[in-house]
């Protein structure tokens, strides 16, 4: 993967934004449409169209995998949640009348609103005003074997209350057939890490939508960590409503065989001052492996002063893997502090691997040093040592099925 490369992507997908931006007229809920502003949002299942697959927002996604959910009728009984937290953060179990559910934003596409018509209760998780100190909370979400014999619709809110300071793992794990929304209001002041780890069992299909509004002065990390499952797919949204915002995006995926890993994000600037990174990493192997990275940053005409940088860059470990990478930029403002992006993806750097090599190191050892090196930089942002820990084990597990596939080829 090299410099020129990321050159050459970030180059076509500018003059794809701009074609986009130019070509873009009125649209409704569930059209395609050439600009993120100009997609709609509803509440309601009936407002978005049944997906065929042509859809931009579905192109990449095996949409005959997802019948069940797109159907709407999500009555299963879901995974278990199980939460652990000091006794200052608020945790409640509220139904669907709660005033303060909905309040981030509406759902952008037919599964995020079939999760908002369906769930029955939702977790609210609270961090009071001024709170710093204390143990990180964990949402546990876990299905048995039933939980993925009928769909389910879930809903979590995570509240951070002024000048706040916490960090909330969604630890994703088990069996599942779910449709998830994730809420997350960061209030004035307020600094908040999210990790939400999918490391589902086989076979698992989860798709949620995890929304983001961020106050003035607000500081949000939001990490995604994507292992496991059939089909995953996490569509992270992120809005300022007041300047001083800053989010970073943080992802981490590894693709095997068969899995369809998607990862489609928007981030709005539509107030000034704002800024916003996005950091996606990938490691494909496997025959029909396929990874999607959609990056959208919209920033609108009100939105001087903002400071924006996206990367995806991609790893590919062995013949028969596809990864799909979109950065896009929609610019309607001269009046900004920087903007812009890069894509990546590329085999082993056969330069590191010659240098590692000549120095006495087995290759198998030497592609595990680079694939280490590729993923720690965003493993050690994460700043929980156990998480950080659990997914270093589970790329040594998903390397060691690499190097069982490249024996297995041999002999045959």
């Given at each position: 993967?090299?410099?020129?490369?990321?050159?050459?992507?970030?180059?076509?997908?500018?003059?794809?934004?701009?074609?986009?931006?130019?070509?873009?007229?009125?649209?409704?809920?569930?059209?395609?449409?050439?600009?993120?502003?100009?997609?709609?949002?509803?509440?309601?299942?009936?407002?978005?169209?049944?997906?065929?697959?042509?859809?931009?927002?579905?192109?990449?996604?095996?949409?005959?995998?997802?019948?069940?959910?797109?159907?709407?009728?999500?009555?299963?009984?879901?995974?278990?949640?199980?939460?652990?937290?000091?006794?200052?953060?608020?945790?409640?179990?509220?139904?669907?009348?709660?005033?303060?559910?909905?309040?981030?934003?509406?759902?952008?596409?037919?599964?995020?609103?079939?999760?908002?018509?369906?769930?029955?209760?939702?977790?609210?998780?609270?961090?009071?005003?001024?709170?710093?100190?204390?143990?990180?909370?964990?949402?546990?979400?876990?299905?048995?074997?039933?939980?993925?014999?009928?769909?389910?619709?879930?809903?979590?809110?995570?509240?951070?209350?002024?000048?706040?300071?916490?960090?909330?793992?969604?630890?994703?794990?088990?069996?599942?057939?779910?449709?998830?929304?994730?809420?997350?209001?960061?209030?004035?002041?307020?600094?908040?890490?999210?990790?939400?780890?999918?490391?589902?069992?086989?076979?698992?299909?989860?798709?949620?939508?995890?929304?983001?509004?961020?106050?003035?002065?607000?500081?949000?990390?939001?990490?995604?960590?994507?292992?496991?499952?059939?089909?995953?797919?996490?569509?992270?949204?992120?809005?300022?409503?007041?300047?001083?915002?800053?989010?970073?995006?943080?992802?981490?995926?590894?693709?095997?065989?068969?899995?369809?890993?998607?990862?489609?994000?928007?981030?709005?600037?539509?107030?000034?001052?704002?800024?916003?990174?996005?950091?996606?990493?990938?490691?494909?192997?496997?025959?029909?492996?396929?990874?999607?990275?959609?990056?959208?940053?919209?920033?609108?005409?009100?939105?001087?002063g903002t400071d924006t940088y996206e990367l995806n860059r991609n790893l590919v470990l062995t013949e028969g893997a596809r990864a799909d990478s979109v950065p896009n930029l929609e610019i309607e403002t001269g009046e900004i502090e920087g903007a812009g992006h890069a894509s990546a993806t590329g085999r082993f750097d056969d330069e590191q691997l010659f240098y590692l090599r000549s120095r006495g190191i087995p290759e198998a050892d030497a592609r595990r040093l680079v694939v280490r090196g590729f993923f720690a930089e965003l493993i050690n942002q994460i700043g929980v040592p156990l998480v950080q820990e659990r997914l270093m084990a589970a790329i040594e597990e998903e390397l060691d099925k690499t190097?069982?596939?490249?024996?297995?080829?041999?002999?045959?």
């Amino acid at each position: 993967m090299t410099d020129t490369a990321e050159h050459t992507a970030q180059n076509l997908t500018t003059d794809h934004s701009r074609a986009a931006a130019d070509g873009a007229d009125s649209h409704g809920v569930g059209t395609p449409a050439g600009s993120r502003a100009d997609r709609g949002t509803s509440f309601a299942l009936a407002d978005f169209p049944l997906p065929t697959g042509r859809e931009e927002d579905w192109r990449f996604t095996p949409v005959h995998r997802l019948q069940k959910i797109f159907a709407g009728d999500l009555t299963g009984s879901g995974p278990v949640v199980s939460v652990e937290h000091d006794d200052a953060v608020r945790v409640e179990t509220v139904g669907r009348d709660d005033s303060r559910l909905g309040t981030v934003g509406a759902p952008g596409d037919r599964s995020s609103a079939a999760a908002w018509e369906s769930f029955r209760e939702a977790l609210v998780v609270t961090v009071p005003k001024g709170h710093t100190e204390g143990r990180h909370t964990t949402v546990t979400v876990s299905g048995e074997d039933g939980a993925a014999a009928e769909p389910a619709g879930q809903h979590v809110l995570v509240i951070a209350e002024e000048l706040s300071e916490s960090l909330v793992v969604l630890d994703h794990r088990g069996a599942a057939h779910l449709s998830q929304t994730v809420e997350v209001d960061v209030r004035d002041g307020a600094h908040l890490t999210v990790v939400s780890v999918q490391d589902w069992d086989d076979g698992a299909v989860h798709l949620a939508a995890h929304r983001a509004k961020l106050g003035r002065d607000a500081r949000l990390k939001h990490i995604v960590v994507t292992l496991g499952g059939d089909v995953v797919r996490v569509t992270p949204d992120a809005a300022f409503t007041a300047p001083g915002g800053d989010v970073e995006m943080l992802g981490l995926y590894f693709t095997d065989s068969g899995q369809h890993q998607e990862h489609r994000l928007f981030v709005d600037h539509a107030v000034e001052s704002c800024k916003s990174r996005v950091t996606y990493k990938g490691a494909l192997q496997g025959a029909s492996a396929h990874s999607v990275w959609v990056g959208d940053v919209l920033i609108r005409k009100e939105a001087e002063g903002t400071d924006t940088y996206e990367l995806n860059r991609n790893l590919v470990l062995t013949e028969g893997a596809r990864a799909d990478s979109v950065p896009n930029l929609e610019i309607e403002t001269g009046e900004i502090e920087g903007a812009g992006h890069a894509s990546a993806t590329g085999r082993f750097d056969d330069e590191q691997l010659f240098y590692l090599r000549s120095r006495g190191i087995p290759e198998a050892d030497a592609r595990r040093l680079v694939v280490r090196g590729f993923f720690a930089e965003l493993i050690n942002q994460i700043g929980v040592p156990l998480v950080q820990e659990r997914l270093m084990a589970a790329i040594e597990e998903e390397l060691d099925k690499t190097m069982h596939q490249e024996r297995e080829a041999v002999t045959r």
